[in-house]
């Protein structure tokens, strides 16, 4: 079956960085689009980024030049370098793939 494993969330501060990594399995990566998606606490969850299977890029406005999503198709796995944190970008980060795929979700939370 198809799993999505999110890592690499934590307690960070403001200013700072952290990068999440999304590794697959059961799904043939390298021609799906992922995503990255964010909730926070009783808010909707929010598209974050995207990367096409040709890397073309997409990000939202409140991340755009602090956040870079990259794929590594030989290790099925994808990744949000997320730098200059803002306590606004607390929340729970899901990756997502084309198909309606969903990882378990990992908890950011950036202090002020």
């Known amino acids: 079956q198809v799993q999505l494993v999110e890592s690499g969330g934590g307690l960070v501060q403001a200013g700072g960085s952290l990068r999440l990594s999304c590794a697959t399995s059961g799904i043939i990566f390298s021609i799906r689009t992922l995503g990255w998606y964010r909730q926070a606490p009783g808010k909707q969850r929010e598209l974050v980024a995207t990367i096409t299977s040709g890397g073309n890029t997409d990000y939202a406005d409140t991340v755009k030049g602090r956040f870079t999503i990259s794929r590594d198709n030989a290790k099925n796995t994808v990744y949000l370098q997320m730098n200059s944190l803002k306590p606004e970008d607390t929340a729970v980060y899901y990756c997502?793939?084309?198909?309606?795929?969903w990882g378990q979700g990992t908890q950011v939370t950036v202090s002020s």
């Open positions: 997502h793939i084309t198909g309606n795929f």
